[in-house]
């Protein structure tokens, strides 16, 4: 059995859990130890339940509470060289914790669970992003990408579960009142999803066995809800609602693949 909640999603902390076989794993922590300790508690877990934290990249929305909640609960931290030299230079990485390298090219096991890392562009220093698998089904998280690639293409077709970023309708993002360079960094090659460019990948995938599909990571600025589960609704061609939706406060509620 596969299952995987969202503790919270959006771009003041992002943290998700996914369960195979029994092995539990965080995916990003990007929330303070009491708030995800809180937060974990509502899905009916303790931090001792966690096998491992997962990170895709050091900014602070996903990575911000890794290392407190690492050290504070004895959790390994699997993240890339890139990825931990960053964290080291702003001082994040607390001694101590237990960390373990991957790469962008290699499967690895969690205990019961198998971890696929997929490089992706984005403006971090080796960033990756998760598939994780009990062997049977399989669930894709896919957010803080500036633009989807072939390669990002491959990995996610055939999928049972994507939490997908929608980060921004291109209007809003436009027509709002964020910095014009940060509008550009937001839009540009290794920023983020705006809901039309998710909705072209998730058009390009294999759907036939999707049985998910979640909008994350949603701009609480420049996107709206409607407009997100739309755009992926148009790609399944399925009715809006049947769209998943992970907020900043609660994140979703436990989704399973059985
Ligand atoms: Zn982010
Ligand atoms: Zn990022």
């Known amino acids: 059995m596969l299952r995987f909640a969202s503790l919270a999603s959006g771009s003041k902390g992002n943290c998700l859990v996914a369960e195979a076989d029994g092995t539990r794993v965080l995916i990003d922590c990007g929330l303070h130890l009491r708030d995800t300790e809180r937060r974990l508690a509502r899905l009916g877990l303790e931090p001792s339940d966690l096998a491992g934290i997962l990170v895709t990249h050091e900014h602070g929305d996903h990575a911000c509470g ?9 959790v390994p931290v699997y993240l890339t060289y890139g990825t931990l ?28 669970m198998e971890v696929w890392p997929f490089t992706v562009p984005h403006d971090a220093r080796e960033p990756v992003q998760f598939v994780v ?21 491959q990995t996610l077709s055939g999928l049972d579960a994507l939490v997908l970023e929608c980060n921004y309708d291109l209007d809003l993002l436009w027509g709002g009142a964020y910095p014009k360079w940060l509008k550009e960094r937001i839009a540009g090659p290794f920023g983020h999803l705006d809901n039309r460019q998710s909705e072209l990948l998730l058009g390009a995938l294999d759907r036939s066995r999707m049985q998910h599909v979640i909008c994350a990571h949603l701009s609480q600025q420049n996107n709206r809800p409607d407009l997100a589960r739309a755009a992926l609704a ?17 994140g979703f509620a436990w989704r399973s693949l059985l």
């Open 66 to 74: 890794v290392f407190d909640f690492a050290a504070a609960h004895r």
């Open 85 to 112: 030299v960053a964290l080291e230079a702003e001082g994040r990485v607390v001694l101590g914790a237990k960390t373990v390298i991957v790469t962008g090219r290699e499967c690895f096991r969690v205990d019961g």
């Open 133 to 153: 698998s009990d062997g049977n089904w399989r669930l894709g998280v896919l957010t803080d990408i500036g633009a989807p690639t072939l390669h990002v293409e």
């Open 234 to 250: 148009r790609a399944m061609g399925c009715e809006p609602g049947w769209i998943g939706l992970a907020t900043q406060d609660d």
